[in-house]
């Protein structure tokens, strides 16, 4: 089991940058393949992007193709986001997520994964 915390989010002006992270507490996260959603008001979640437990394979949605960036630290036990070029449409609340598993039919839906963060908030003015 894992637990996830998410860090990092906050008010930003479009075109700015901000770097969420995750912090993982407890056992074999380097095993976990991990991802990033988020969830706009009146919206259902959404896939934003994701990470092998390997680090060495990562897939994006289409809307952040080129300004965003996964990444994780398996020494430190921590996920990361790099989020640049924000937009407006880019505001929503950012979760982590942990699948002990991996399929590559699935990893884009949310109910593939069997651990979640308590989001953070990410706001971009225009």
């Known amino acids: 089991q894992v637990q996830l915390v998410e860090s990092g989010g906050g008010f930003v002006q479009a075109g700015g940058s901000l770097r969420l992270s995750c912090a993982a507490s407890?056992?074999?996260?380097?095993?976990?393949?991990m991802g990033w959603f988020r969830q706009a008001p009146g919206k259902e979640r959404e896939f934003v992007a994701a990470i092998r437990s390997s680090g060495g394979v990562t897939d994006y949605a289409e809307s952040v193709k080129g300004r965003f960036t996964i990444s994780r630290d398996n020494a430190k036990n921590t996920l990361y986001l790099q989020m640049n070029s924000l937009k407006p449409e880019d505001t929503a609340v950012y979760y982590c997520?942990?699948?002990?598993?991996?399929?590559?039919?699935?990893?884009?839906?949310?109910?593939?994964?069997?651990?979640w963060g308590q989001g953070t908030q990410v706001t971009v003015s225009s």
């Open positions: 997520a942990a699948s002990a598993t991996y399929d590559s039919r699935w990893y884009q839906a949310a109910r593939f994964y069997d651990y």
């Open positions: 407890g056992r074999g996260f380097s095993f976990y393949f």
